[in-house]
């Protein structure tokens, strides 16, 4: 016979989905050229994938390279943040974060906007390769 969740157990687990939507509420996703319009008002777009990923690819023009996991799927939060915290001097700095297909960006987006309490954190949907799926230029690292 199959259990029927009581109300209890149905209200605890509406309480989860709705706290759980505010964890990447702050994260925002933007496309191609919405990215190339932030570019162009100056807004700091930062790749945090792997150098070896950056020479395969190329960097999209004007971005700043910060590996955040390295080939392993290791990290350092402390020696990453104080790289970032060069690039991104204020909590309400908007700033746009690049990986390969926006796995990675929605991790760290995540905790940026969550945590860190950062208020306009975006990442590129679909990484670079949407971006350059959608011929969007690229450049050497």
């Given at each position: ?8 157990q149905f209200i605890t687990f509406l309480t989860l989905i709705?706290l759980s939507s505010f964890a990447s509420a702050g994260l ?24 070896q990923e950056w020479q395969q690819t190329g960097i999209i ?81």
């Amino acid at each position: 016979m199959k259990k029927i969740a009581t109300a209890g157990q149905f209200i605890t687990f509406l309480t989860l989905i709705w706290l759980s939507s505010f964890a990447s509420a702050g994260l925002k996703e933007v496309n191609p050229a919405q990215l190339q319009g932030m570019l162009d008002q100056g807004v700091v777009a930062i790749d945090i994938r792997t150098p070896q990923e950056w020479q395969q690819t190329g960097i999209i023009p004007g971005s700043k390279t910060l590996m955040f996991f390295d080939a392993q799927g290791q990290y350092n939060i402390d020696s990453w943040l104080q790289e970032f915290e060069q690039l991104v001097t204020d909590k309400n700095q908007s700033f746009v974060l690049i990986c390969r297909s926006a796995n990675r960006t929605g991790r760290v987006g995540n905790f940026l906007a969550g945590q860190l309490k950062m208020e306009n954190v975006y990442h590129l949907d679909g990484g670079i390769k949407n971006w350059i799926k959608q011929q969007q230029p690229v450049t050497a690292p």
